[in-house]
């Protein structure tokens, strides 16, 4: 179940469904679907392990069954962990969705 604290109560309510099982590896080390894009190019789509970048507060990651999570990005190399090793990414800026076990970056917006 999704915990959260409602805005305008205060109180921790749930959404009532069972999470979603995370996909793993053949390890069974989880993983998380990362899409990186622009309006011309896709980056990245696929599943990894984690995703690196930099907001205005500084440097942060995203692990599978991370909180949801919606950020503006700094210019940064951006770094994604996958099974066939790391995919570095040169952005100039960007915004990034996490919900549900998914990573969204939208580039050049």
Known sequence: ??????????????????????????SGKELIDIKVY???????????????????????????????????LEPCEMKIESPRGPVPIKISGGIMHVRGNRVIVFLDV
């Open 38 to 72: 622009s309006p011309y190019k896709s980056y990245f789509d696929d599943k990894a392990y984690s995703v690196s970048a930099v907001n205005r507060t500084g440097a942060f990651d995203i692990l599978p069954r991370h909180h949801n999570f919606i950020s503006l």
């Open 1 to 26: 179940m999704v915990k959260r604290t409602d805005a305008s109560t205060g109180q921790i309510v749930d959404d009532g469904k069972p999470d979603e099982p995370a996909a793993t590896d053949d």
